[in-house]
Every structure is written in structure tokens, then in C-alpha cells.
């Protein structure tokens, strides 16, 4: 299963071909146990609450900002700035097994900004990523399904 996890870092800068939603869910759930580890380690450590952020003086701009700059905002941001090309080639290639234009993800991130729209933009695009795959070869490449398993990806 981990091997899953980390295939979208060995496909780093593929944004051809289609993936399975295995990998596609399984990159994600690996983003959310880093997330809950790193927010798990800011509260382990006393850093800044909710309390704390809320009674920073309004006044001072950067003091509202100050968990941005403090251990958990930079290990956040180192975070996704590792994962931001993998994660978008993974879901471009996600697209691509659905038989749907990469564009469409830059389409859904558009359409996500607008208010009340953005929500059911982004509830659709949720169920087409669990939806599975077209089956067979498409203008993307071979199912990956037929091909071979993870475990002779990584040999």
C-alpha cells in the first residue's frame, strides 16, 4: 500500500498517461496523515492555539500571521511546496484514465473560486475522481488496471 503512496513522487513531472484511483487516493491520504502529523506536533509542542491567533492584536497584521512563520507554517509550506507538481500530475493523470482533458483541473480550480458554484464545482469533482476508470486503452495510454501490478512498476 505504500508503495502507492509514493508512486506520484517517482512520476514526478508525468503528466501523460492515466493512474488508477488507488494511487490517486492513496496520495491523498498520505497528504492528510502529513497534515494531521504536523498539527499533531504543534500541539504537542505548545504552539499557537486558536485562543492565541484570536487574541493577537488586531492591529498588528503580521501578529495574526505569526503561526505562518513559526516551525508548523514552515514545515507546511516545505510540505507543499514537495508535493504541489506530483499532486497535480497525479490528478491530471486521474483525469486522463476518466478519458477527460488535464485542462478540465485547471477548469475545476477556476470554477471553485466562484461563490456557492465553487461548492458544487467541487463536490463534482470529487465524485469524478472516485468514479473508476474507462476500461481498456484510451487516447491517454493502456488501462492501468491491465497492466502490470505496483510491486513490477517499482523493479
Same mark, same amino acid.
Given at each position: 500500500?505504500?508503495?502507492?503512496?509514493?508512486?506520484?513522487?517517482? $512520476?514526478?513531472?508525468? *503528466?501523460?498517461? $492515466?493512474?488508477?484511483?488507488?494511487? &490517486?487516493? %492513496? &496520495?491523498?491520504?498520505?497528504?492528510?496523515? #502529513?497534515?494531521?502529523?504536523?498539527?499533531?506536533?504543534? =500541539?504537542?509542542?505548545?504552539?499557537?492555539?486558536?485562543?492565541?491567533?484570536?487574541?493577537?492584536?488586531?492591529?498588528?497584521?503580521? !501578529?495574526?500571521?505569526?503561526?505562518?512563520?513559526? =516551525?508548523?507554517?514552515?514545515?507546511?509550506?516545505?510540505?507543499? @511546496?514537495?508535493?504541489?507538481?506530483? +499532486?497535480? !500530475?497525479?490528478?491530471? $493523470?486521474?483525469?486522463?484514465?476518466?478519458?477527460? /482533458?488535464?485542462?478540465?483541473?485547471? =477548469?475545476?480550480?477556476?470554477? /471553485?473560486?466562484?461563490? &456557492? %458554484? +465553487?461548492? @458544487?464545482?467541487?463536490?463534482?469533482? %470529487?465524485? #469524478?475522481?472516485?468514479?473508476?476508470?474507462?476500461?481498456?486503452?484510451?487516447? *491517454? +495510454?493502456?488501462?492501468?488496471? =491491465? +497492466? !502490470?501490478?505496483?510491486?513490477?512498476? *517499482?523493479?
Amino acid at each position: 500500500m505504500f508503495a502507492w503512496m509514493i508512486m506520484p513522487f517517482q $512520476r514526478y513531472f508525468e *503528466f501523460s498517461g $492515466r493512474s488508477r484511483r488507488k494511487e &490517486f487516493w %492513496l &496520495f491523498a491520504l498520505l497528504n492528510t496523515l #502529513v497534515f494531521v502529523g504536523i498539527f499533531a506536533l504543534r =500541539g504537542a509542542t505548545g504552539g499557537a492555539s486558536m485562543a492565541d491567533i484570536e487574541a493577537a492584536d488586531a492591529a498588528g497584521t503580521l !501578529a495574526v500571521y505569526s503561526w505562518m512563520f513559526s =516551525g508548523v507554517g514552515i514545515l507546511l509550506g516545505i510540505w507543499w @511546496l514537495i508535493v504541489i507538481v506530483p +499532486g497535480i !500530475a497525479v490528478t491530471v $493523470r486521474r483525469l486522463h484514465d476518466r478519458d477527460l /482533458s488535464g485542462w478540465w483541473y485547471l =477548469g475545476v480550480i477556476v470554477g /471553485s473560486m466562484i461563490p &456557492f %458554484l +465553487g461548492v @458544487l464545482v467541487s463536490l463534482a469533482f %470529487l465524485i #469524478v475522481m472516485a468514479l473508476p476508470g474507462t476500461p481498456g486503452e484510451n487516447r *491517454f +495510454g493502456p488501462d492501468p488496471k =491491465g +497492466g !502490470a501490478p505496483a510491486a513490477a512498476v *517499482f523493479n
